[in-house]
């Protein structure tokens, strides 16, 4: 029996538009990160400041993921997501108007960090819990992967892009980004899919669904946990315009370069991944990657050649990006879609948590140890705690196959 091809995923319409929304809303995305966090330095020079903008763009999202994820699996997720994109696009409008007028101030920065959060915290679920509806099980893993190299091909795109556009001045980021937010929520609201909608419950328990779902599986609760604490303390990307600025002397466009690095090498392992799809030793492959993500985030943080930087940070998208893959995977095929929205939004708090909150963390303990010190103690605990994983979820450790275990 021959493998699905990737032919017949692109005969599937709502897919393509699913595909293509999300390319677009995450495009701008990374544009609108790189001109607020440069932004954002220029306006104070904190490296504590860099942290809040991830702090307050958790905060919010942790606090309505389940409820997010909940409606995941109650209502319309294409409309959740058309959704999320025009309150972003509102952000991106919003910047732009200050500019204008000459209001751009660090409180307006962190305010409408708190809108983004918020956004998230409905996006996520509603986009994770998507794909499956969308194409047969026999193209999930497919599907999957291919979604990743989108997102990854964006992030590698939109940094450059963003960083190149700063050049002209940040109202020039936040205009594209605007389109391209509005663009995507457009296409979402022309996807069709069937969903089968859950019962009607909206007491605590159900919230919390998910939650229990997840704490009962234990090789979903090692994959997704593992994420939270590999990326939490190794994640070096609030203290790039340091980096950029004070350590490797470049500038905006470097910056823009140095955040897309990582996905250049998820997005080249991405292809490898379509052409060589995972199938065996898929548990000790996941966690063999986080501890090698933190030997490079060392070498990250010790160098002080932009050449170097760049290579160290490929290195870290590449073996996130076999990570990503095979937990988004085992979190969609290990999971009923009647609950899949709510399981989604648990992922969600982990992959938000290990992101917005990493971000906090390494503007604090740059604040401490400087910037070289906090990324290099932060990859180095990343190692431990891979070594650490495969002693604490042995389940995990022994997975084989990637669909069924």
Excluded at 10 to 25: D, G, H, I, T
Excluded at 82 to 88: F, K, R, V
Aim: aromatic share 8%; proline share 4%; hydrophobic share 55%.
């Amino acid at each position: 029996m021959n493998a699905p091809s990737l032919a017949e995923l692109f005969r599937l319409r709502s897919f393509v538009a699913f595909f293509s929304a999300r390319l677009a809303a995450m495009l701008a995305n990374q544009m609108l990160m790189v001109a607020v966090a440069w932004q954002m330095y220029d306006l104070t020079g904190s490296a504590w400041d860099l942290g809040l903008v991830g702090l307050f763009q958790f905060v919010p999202a942790l606090v309505l993921t389940l409820p997010a994820g909940h409606a995941a699996d109650h209502f319309n997720r294409g409309r959740i997501f058309a959704g999320c994109m025009l309150s972003q696009a509102l952000v991106g409008f919003v910047l732009l108007l200050a500019i204008a007028g000459g209001h751009e101030t660090r409180g307006l920065i962190l305010g409408l960090s708190i809108v983004l959060g918020v956004a998230r915290a409905f996006q996520m679920p509603a986009q994770q819990a998507l794909i499956p509806l969308l194409v047969p099980p026999a193209l999930l893993g497919r599907a999957i992967t291919l979604a990743s190299s989108g997102m990854q091909a964006a992030i590698i795109a939109g940094p450059a892009v963003g960083g190149a556009l700063y050049v002209l001045g940040a109202s020039a980021v936040y205009s594209v980004s605007t389109v391209l937010l509005l663009g995507a929520a457009g296409l979402m609201l022309s996807v069709r899919y069937e969903q089968a909608p859950a019962p009607a419950n909206t007491g605590w328990q159900d919230i919390l669904a998910g939650a229990r779902f997840v704490w009962r599986n234990k090789v979903l609760l090692g994959a997704t946990s593992l994420d939270l604490f590999a990326v939490l303390l190794g994640g070096a990307t609030a203290l790039l315009p340091i980096f950029a600025r004070d350590i490797l002397h470049a500038g905006p466009q470097e910056l823009g370069l140095l955040r897309a690095a990582p996905a250049v090498g998820a997005f080249a392992m991405s292809i490898a991944l379509l052409r060589w799809p995972l199938h065996r030793h898929t548990g000790p492959l996941m966690l063999a990657s986080v501890a090698i993500f933190g030997l490079a985030t060392v070498i990250f943080g010790l160098s002080t050649h932009v050449g170097l930087s760049l290579f160290a940070l490929a290195i870290t998208g590449a073996v996130d990006n076999v990570s990503v893959v095979i937990r988004q995977t085992i979190v969609q095929t290990d999971t009923p879609d009647e609950i899949r929205g709510r399981v989604s939004a648990i992922n969600s708090i982990f992959i938000g948590a290990s992101n917005q909150l990493g971000e906090f963390e390494s503007g604090a303990t740059a604040a401490l140890f400087g910037p070289v010190g906090s990324v290099v103690l932060g990859g180095i605990g990343t190692v431990a705690v891979a070594l650490l994983w495969f002693r604490l979820f042995p389940t995990l450790a022994r997975r084989d196959r990637l669909i069924g275990g």
